[in-house]
């Protein structure tokens, strides 16, 4: 068992940065992907970025390549989500979430996590 905690949501304005923190504890901690997802009201969970553990590879949604960085501390267990120059449409739950059986090669997925966070709110006024 994995439990993955995220923190660092809140409201800010139009422009301004954020960072989200997912720390992993549980089972032995090795991983082939950790990922951020959101949801906004009304919408499906859409997959934002992606990270492996091994080589740090990062992988991003469209919508956000250029303005969010997905990073991540072995040592800590944690993986960050830098986000800058938030508009509106980025406002919605974040969920972190964790791949420990690499089982699909597949980062945008859903279906690929084993395991997911229960969210920080994101809100971002204009």
């Known amino acids: 068992q994995v439990e993955l905690v995220e923190s660092g949501g809140g409201l800010v304005q139009t422009g301004d940065p954020l960072r989200l923190s997912c720390a992993a504890s549980?089972?032995?901690?090795?991983?082939?992907?950790m990922g951020w997802f959101r949801q906004a009201p009304g919408k499906e969970r859409e997959f934002v970025a992606a990270?492996?553990?091994?080589?740090?590879?990062?992988y991003y949604a469209d919508s956000v390549k250029g303005r969010f960085a997905i990073s991540r501390d072995n040592g800590k267990n944690t993986v960050y989500l830098q986000m800058n120059s938030l508009t509106p449409e980025d406002t919605a739950v974040y969920y972190c979430?964790?791949?420990?059986?690499?089982?699909?090669?597949?980062?945008?997925?859903?279906?690929?996590?084993?395991?997911w966070g229960q969210g920080t709110q994101v809100t971002v006024s204009s």
């Open positions: 549980g089972r032995t901690f090795n991983f082939y992907f």
């Open positions: 979430a964790i791949d420990v059986h690499g089982s699909s090669w597949l980062p945008r997925d859903r279906d690929t996590y084993d395991y």
């Open positions: 990270i492996t553990q091994s080589e740090g590879r990062t």
